[in-house]
């Protein structure tokens, strides 16, 4: 699922979940605001949903908010909730959400229910695995997620486990970072019915009706990468490629392409800093910020 907030959510949290391009280390000796406020924009492409043809284009203004408490957090790694962490893991209750979809705009999804925003929230393990010196490291996620849609009430629709694994890399001083990664999305059968059921109310001589099942959703590799201007500005970019094949659901009618391509450019602008530092140290690295 394409991981972009919209509306309130969107601004809330869409400067967390794409300044994820600066990903970093654990530093607990980092001296560093407890709290840092700025905006950021960015140009968004991205499939309208896993192995749709049509597309969702998007230029985002939002808040860049980054908060480093004991417990909450909203930093370059997420919106979430820490309740563990030592030098090797950390676990913790995480949120992201994905762009809504109209119908009418998706030529295989005419005449059905508009694809509403949704929220994820759930558990998440992340470890480090290697520190290979010189600000690189390997880690890995274990993300668990709850999925609500947010159309007409909050609806459930299931759940979803990506396990990632990132190989992670910076300039001196954090001018510039990398990260490349690859996952596995998988859903259960709520989650593949909301991308990929047909009801028969909703069928059509080109459209059969068609009963979802549980499975995998995607294959994923990424690559994100960002560049800092001076102390308050950083340029940041990332690309997604998606693979379909193998998928659970790749014979449902809504399911046109096998593999997709995500895109983003961006900018933020951090303005106004706390005096106060965090206790509890930065979950990333100060070098790679």
Partial sequence: MNKTMTTLLKAACAACLLSTTAHAQTSPDANLPLWEFGLGAAALSTPSYPGADERENRVLVFPNIVYRGEVLRADRSGVNARLFSSDRAEFDIGFAGALPSDSDDVDERAGMPDLGPLIEFGPRLKLRLADLGNNRRIRAELPLRAVIEARGGLHARGYTFEPRIAYE?????????????????????????????????????????????????????????????????????????????????????????????????????????????????????????
Wanted: charged letters at 25%; zero cysteines.
């Fill in 169 to 289: 890399m910076a300039g001196e001083r954090g001018v510039w970072t990398l990260e490349t990664n690859a996952s596995v999305v998988w859903g259960d059968r709520k989650i593949n019915r909301h991308f990929y059921e047909v009801a028969p109310q909703y069928a059509t001589a080109t459209r059969a009706a068609y009963t979802a099942d549980s499975g995998l959703i995607a294959t994923r590799l990424g690559l994100f990468g960002s560049r800092r201007i001076n102390g308050d500005v950083r340029l940041f970019g990332y690309v997604r490629y998606e693979s379909f094949k193998g998928a659970a659901n790749r014979d449902s009618p809504l399911h046109v392409k096998d593999s997709g391509v995500s895109g983003g450019v961006g900018v933020m602008w951090t303005f106004k800093r706390s005096s106060r530092r965090a206790g509890g140290g930065e979950t990333v690295d100060p070098a790679l910020m």
